[in-house]
């Protein structure tokens, strides 16, 4: 189970996870990055959008504020959403709170308006590189500075299209919002990019646009050839179960007991399906329905794993791989330098207090499978580094006591609430 205790200074709340087997079943989050997306899409569409299933972490919510600093109407509802687009600038600050994918993708819709506009942040996303956005943005027809690479941003359009170049090395994010924006554009624009990471997240972005009535062209991956004048249409749209938060769950799922994750599409673009891939590398009793899945308990062990196109899979992986018998070798560690944290740093780091061995070798991350300890661990202020140190308590053979458990609001507030639920008495 788990238990909720007030910090010595009298104000922060600690988390202690105690081992326990789990079962039962519980519903996977929205997707907080389908929810971005349509609140990015609704904005730019005439007329009202309804968003059902809606996410409410903070990332969305930081979505859902620049969207009404850019023009939008929102209206609020329990199982709703309802947008009225509209890109007519109310505020020349757009904040994204600690939001990576609102910072780069609103960056080229905010440049869609002819005026100056700055976009800032807080947090750790002070921290995360912009500088590729400057150039693109520049060579398509806006003012673009940066502080020196980073936050805060000014922006001033329009973005008229044309052709450029953009690097894909970093994140997809910044792609992303090029491809929201520039269908919207006067002109055509033809996109070559770069070293592409996290391929599943355009094929996310162009089923969304595609809803809502806009078409690209993809070669590849490489060049995109985007008709300019188009016009996004209102809708009614569903956002999907989350992959992400889910991942955690059903890994929790495979090392501590039986348990259902409802709520989440087979079908799903999303790269964090590929957790399934994973587990069943791993060993785990696996059951796919169109809507729900099962996973049992089952003996684990070592597997090898490329999560280059799936970083944000990196922290329940671990979780998955102290827990298997051998070594598990995993792929792009590269990608986790610029995240909340210096993930493959912080996840070495506080595993080790666990008695877990990990050892990282340029772009490869090796864990050493076993039983973790009890012990005393800090989510560096890292969603998914909290909810993955979580998960792994629940088969350790002592209590473990995470710090800093609230930035789990970031992605998927009700986690821990969702944990205990499936914790047998």
Known sequence: MTKTKIANNEQDLIRVISPSAISGTVTAPASKSMMQRAVACALLSNGKTEISNPSFCDDSKASMCIAQSLGAMIKTEKKSVIVTGGLNPVSNILNCGEAGLCLRMFSPIAALCDEELEISG??????RPVSMIESPLKVLGANCVTNNGF????????LNGGKATVDGSISSQFLTGLLLALPTALNDTVLDVNNL???PYIDMTLKIQSDFGVNIENRDYKRFIIPGKQKYFKKNYHVEGDWSGASFILVAGAISGAITVSGICIKSNQADIAILEAID???????KFHDRINIKKKELKAFEFDATDCPDLFPPLVSL?????GTTVLKGVSRLKHKESDRGEALKLEFSKLGAQIHLDGDYMKIKGGKITGGVVDSHNDHRMAMALAIAAKNGTGDVTVNGWECISKSYPDFFDDLETLCRR
């Open 197 to 199: 990471k996290s391929i």
């Open 122 to 127: 807080v947090g750790s996303l002070l921290k």
């Open 151 to 158: 936050l805060p941003v000014k922006i001033r359009g329009p």
């Open 321 to 325: 791989a102290v827990h298997c018998t």
């Open 281 to 287: 590398r791993a060993g785990g009793e696996i059951e």
